[in-house]
């Protein structure tokens, strides 16, 4: 019988449960198919633990187990084959892991942590065995406990400096402003934080090679956004004499000012091959030379009236120590991850598109 939609199950063994409504609330939500509940297993790898602590620190450890089988078990109800993922349990590799994860996750007080901690644990799971991605996962899941909020958003901005944030100046706007926020922590990074990330593996030396100062990256990829805005008058001026190029919408008004429509040279150019128009571009091109680009204090002037956390980034990624500074696998994923986290509006990439 049903009540308050809740199922209470016990005395169960050598069975499989389907819940087809509701929370079912025991210890044997999930069975192994020897019969062994998620529990057990969690219980049986953290055996040695559980003899060694103190008998003060014995109730807190338990504790500890329980609440992080619950949410192990909460997060792996989410899934579309919570049993084929319980069910991997039985391989000694993920035992080990489970074992290693919430040995981990019993040294921090760190929330945010702790939800990671589960969250990288199912994410091995679900990848291949042996796979490149498997072993990238289980280094994150190591290196994660070891870094600051300082340092993991270090890798986040580092990430946000590959993406694009938006073709027009409306939404680059909205991005620029909203992206800014993670660096808000980035003025706390010293020359310890940078050598530790680099001894975890999380970054790693270009070479010889160099990332260009944020002012640089800006008028490059943004060379009409960053742009002196064009005058109504000169608009006129040159329509009147190139009435051809009117309706390619080269302008736009908003906040009561005028200013390109893309933000880009490049995108006209893709635009117009694409509507089989290219021939116009020269005429294009010689109307936005009537704009100089911005220089440097320009540039950063303007990132600082859109959100003033850019002073944080522009100082930090502008040091020459950082520009030689790239990040390796585990961390681009450890990034992702801190960029997807702070609800940006960003698609959460696999690794294989963050490096090729």
Known sequence: ?????????????????????????????????????????IRSVMRSE?????????????????????????EIRKLKNPQDIVDRFKEPKYQF??????????????????????????????????????????????IIPKLTIASSHFLGAMLLRKIVYGNHPYILTINLEEHAKIFEHLDKI?????????????????????????????????????????????YAEFISNNPQIKDLDLVHKMDGKFGFQKVS??????????????????????FISLFPLYNDEEIKNKLLSINPLWENAIHLFDDESIKGLKLSPVGAYIANRIVQKEKMHVARATLKELFF
């Open 190 to 234: 010293t020359k310890l934080d940078i050598a530790y990330m680099q001894q975890l593996r999380c970054i790693d030396t270009m070479g010889l090679q160099f990332n260009v100062t944020i002012e640089e990256e800006m008028r490059k990829k943004y060379d009409l956004f960053f742009r002196q805005a064009p005058s109504i008058e000169k």
């Open 97 to 142: 892991a489970l074992h290693d994860t919430i040995k981990e996750y019993a040294q921090t007080d760190c929330k945010e942590t702790k939800e990671d901690l589960i969250d990288l644990l199912i994410d091995g799971l679900q990848v291949d065995d042996n796979s490149t991605e498997q072993f990238v996962i289980n280094d994150a899941r190591h």
């Open 265 to 286: 040279i490049n995108l006209y150019e893709e635009e117009l091959r694409r509507k089989g128009l290219h021939y116009y571009m020269p005429k294009i091109k010689e």
């Open 50 to 74: 559980l003899d060694i602590v103190t008998k003060e620190a014995y109730e807190k450890f338990n504790q500890i187990i329980e609440e992080f089988r619950n949410r192990l078990a909460d």
């Open 1 to 41: 019988m049903l009540e308050n939609n809740k199922q209470t199950i016990s005395n169960v063994e050598n069975s499989s449960i389907q819940q087809a409504r509701g929370d079912i609330h025991n210890t044997n939500t999930f069975i192994l198919t020897e019969g062994k509940t998620l529990e057990d297993v």
